[in-house]
């Protein structure tokens, strides 16, 4: 299994970024996955996800209303809108299944906001 995640830059706060997870060796449409994020020193935490089974999404708190997970299941990828972001958002995002128990995350993408 492969997990390459895409699409982090630097942007200035209130601006916008869609991030994109591109999975090959496993069909992701029956699997829930999630994108996650980590701070230098932090640990990487959920920050959203997409349920399988009926497209439910969750989101935590700090990032309702601004970030949206989307999946295109022909193309085996994952997407994260971002939207009105903001400098607590700098970290490098992951995507992998949620709970990850298999450990598939990619090298991550960096996403670097300044106010």
């Known amino acids: 299994v492969q997990v390459v995640e895409s699409g982090g830059g630097m942007v200035q706060a209130g601006g916008s970024l869609r991030l994109s997870c591109a999975v090959s060796?496993?069909?992701?449409?029956?699997?829930?996955w999630a994108w996650y994020r980590q701070t230098p020193g932090g640990e990487r935490t959920l920050v959203a996800r997409?349920?399988?089974?009926?497209?439910?999404?969750f989101y935590i708190d700090s990032v309702k209303g601004r970030f949206s997970i989307t999946k295109d299941n022909a193309k085996n990828t994952i997407f994260l809108q971002m939207y009105n972001l903001k400098p607590e958002d700098t970290a490098i995002y992951y995507c992998?299944?949620?709970?990850?128990?298999?450990?598939?995350w990619g090298q991550g993408t960096q996403v670097t906001v300044s106010s």
């Open positions: 992998d299944e949620d709970p990850p128990d298999a450990g598939y």
């Open positions: 060796g496993l069909t992701i449409w029956y699997l829930t």
């Open positions: 997409l349920r399988w089974m009926d497209n439910t999404e």
